[in-house]
């Protein structure tokens, strides 16, 4: 190329999910089957009854239109709806932006908030896209570490340690991609008041939250969440529709104004199917998305029973929902090494540690979202297996 590349996007690594299907792709062809623990994504299909709906949009010519920049009112409206039977949550349409997916929402967020040189705090382990999004940006990733202990759930004293006059944002995920825990109401209300008090934003990543029992928290029953709370949402897991890119961002009507104006030149708008697609789930498929919560939450229960029965030489250290984070046995190699090692003797496909911050080259992350519960059992006799 005859012209320079921006060298805060050259200086971001690759994302991981394609390095490991590269390993994957040079296994030999008498290889066992593979098996794949890479993705979080579910292995079920939306219901019957929405794909029949969207067959019936899809004929409307009015469907092939634009939106407003932050969605038709009457979806944003059902969201709302929805967070007050959810979260009794103190919420209107202006507090509500519809985005492409939740990494559109992420970068939405972090382009409102900050400059480059500026510096956002995440906890270890965090989502792998929002240092490599920083990253782009030229904004500085500032890790909480993780220890076993606390399982990733992120402790006010330490994050307070790591605020500068520099930070604008706390990032937290919750429940946890990777680990799979949820952040408890009481810490999460009390970093939510650290944020307040040194006036910067708590952004909080709830890709996962309809996986949670019950209420996932009570921030949004503060009269005045918005004036510290940022919210990415995602309904890709909710109704099975990753492949749709229905997201949101939830803050503050002034948050949202400044907002559009990037979502304007960004990707004007969510698309008007997924927007369609998304009301139908609001308001009609609350049941069907318990049944899913209940299914996987059953998932990882008989695979954490099995993963830990004597045996096993990789150890699990936290999990939930879609996932499980676990320890590798392979000492002095990283989780990279480990990773590929999986791929090759075992056929399984795994996350490194080390995608998901500093200081983890000793884990993997296995996403459960692929498995069916028959299954199982030979995942984790492979696992056994491995030399
Ligand atoms: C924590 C987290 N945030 C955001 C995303 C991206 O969500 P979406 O597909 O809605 O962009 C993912 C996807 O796996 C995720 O795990």
Same mark, same amino acid.
């Given at each position: 190329?005859? $012209?320079?590349?921006?060298?805060?996007v /050259?200086?971001?690594?690759?994302?991981?999910?394609?390095?490991?299907?590269?390993?994957a792709a040079?296994?030999?062809?008498?290889?066992?089957?593979?098996?794949?623990?890479?993705?979080?994504?579910?292995?079920?299909?939306?219901?019957?009854?929405?794909?029949?709906?969207?067959?019936?949009? +899809? %004929?409307?010519?009015?469907?092939c /239109?634009?939106?407003?920049?932050?969605?038709?009112?009457e979806?944003?409206?059902?969201?709302?709806? &929805?967070y007050?039977?959810r979260?009794?949550?103190?919420?209107?349409?202006?507090?509500?932006?519809? #985005?492409?997916?939740?990494?559109?929402?992420?970068?939405?967020?972090m382009?409102? =908030?900050?400059?480059?040189?500026?510096?956002?705090?995440?906890?270890?382990?965090?989502?792998?896209?929002?240092?490599?999004?920083?990253? @782009?940006?030229?904004?500085?990733?500032?890790?909480?570490? $993780?220890?076993?202990?606390?399982?990733?759930?992120?402790?006010?004293?330490v994050?307070?340690?790591?605020?500068?006059?520099?930070?604008?944002?706390?990032?937290?995920?919750?429940?946890?991609?990777?680990?799979?825990?949820?952040?408890?109401?009481?810490?999460?209300?009390?970093?939510?008041?650290?944020?307040? %008090?040194? %006036?910067?934003?708590?952004?909080?990543?709830? #890709?996962?939250?309809d996986?949670?029992?019950?209420?996932?928290?009570? =921030?949004?029953?503060?009269a005045?969440?918005?004036? #510290?709370?940022?919210?990415?949402?995602?309904?890709?897991?909710?109704?099975?529709?990753?492949?749709?890119?229905?997201?949101?961002?939830?803050?503050?009507?002034?948050?949202?104004?400044? @907002?559009?104006?990037?979502?304007?030149?960004?990707?004007?708008?969510?698309? %008007?199917?997924?927007?369609?697609?998304l009301?139908?789930?609001?308001?009609?498929?609350?049941?069907? +998305?318990?049944e899913n919560?209940?299914?996987? !939450? =059953?998932?990882?229960?008989?695979?954490?029973?099995?993963? +830990?029965?004597?045996?096993?030489?990789?150890?699990?250290?936290?999990?939930?929902?879609?996932?499980?984070?676990?320890?590798?046995?392979?000492?002095?190699? !990283?989780?990279?090494?480990? @990773?590929?090692?999986?791929?090759?003797?075992?056929?399984?496909?795994?996350?490194?540690?080390?995608?998901?911050?500093?200081?983890?080259?000793?884990?993997? &992350? =296995?996403?459960?979202?692929?498995?069916?519960?028959?299954?199982?059992?030979?995942?984790?006799?492979?696992?056994?297996?491995?030399?």
């Amino acid at each position: 190329m005859r $012209f320079t590349l921006n060298d805060h996007v /050259r200086s971001v690594r690759e994302p991981p999910i394609g390095e490991v299907r590269g390993w994957a792709a040079t296994r030999p062809p008498e290889a066992p089957e593979l098996i794949d623990l890479c993705q979080a994504v579910p292995d079920y299909s939306p219901p019957e009854e929405l794909l029949a709906y969207l067959q019936q949009v +899809v %004929r409307d010519p009015l469907t092939c /239109r634009y939106t407003p920049d932050e969605g038709l009112p009457e979806v944003r409206e059902a969201v709302c709806a &929805r967070y007050r039977r959810r979260y009794r949550a103190r919420v209107d349409g202006d507090h509500i932006c519809l #985005t492409v997916g939740a990494s559109q929402a992420f970068w939405l967020s972090m382009l409102v =908030l900050c400059h480059a040189g500026d510096e956002v705090i995440l906890q270890a382990p965090c989502y792998f896209d929002h240092p490599m999004a920083l990253g @782009a940006l030229g904004v500085r990733a500032v890790y909480a570490p $993780f220890t076993e202990k606390e399982q990733g759930v992120p402790n006010p004293a330490v994050i307070e340690r790591l605020i500068t006059p520099r930070t604008r944002a706390i990032v937290l995920v919750t429940p946890s991609n990777p680990t799979g825990v949820a952040i408890p109401h009481g810490r999460l209300s009390e970093l939510y008041f650290l944020a307040q %008090r040194h %006036r910067i934003a708590l952004v909080l990543d709830e #890709t996962y939250g309809d996986f949670v029992e019950g209420m996932p928290h009570d =921030l949004f029953t503060l009269a005045d969440w918005h004036r #510290t709370l940022v919210q990415v949402q995602s309904f890709g897991k909710t109704y099975a529709l990753t492949g749709y890119r229905a997201g949101l961002l939830a803050a503050a009507p002034e948050f949202i104004r400044q @907002a559009l104006k990037i979502q304007d030149t960004m990707a004007v708008c969510q698309p %008007r199917i997924t927007q369609q697609a998304l009301k139908y789930g609001l308001e009609h498929l609350d049941a069907w +998305v318990e049944e899913n919560r209940l299914k996987m !939450s =059953l998932r990882n229960s008989l695979f954490a029973a099995e993963f +830990v029965k004597p045996g096993n030489r990789f150890r699990l250290v936290a999990g939930g929902g879609f996932f499980a984070w676990v320890k590798h046995p392979f000492s002095g190699r !990283s989780s990279r090494q480990a @990773a590929q090692r999986l791929v090759q003797e075992a056929g399984i496909m795994t996350l490194p540690g080390e995608a998901f911050g500093p200081g983890l080259e000793e884990y993997l &992350r =296995l996403a459960l979202g692929n498995i069916r519960e028959s299954a199982i059992a030979e995942v984790v006799r492979r696992f056994r297996n491995v030399s």
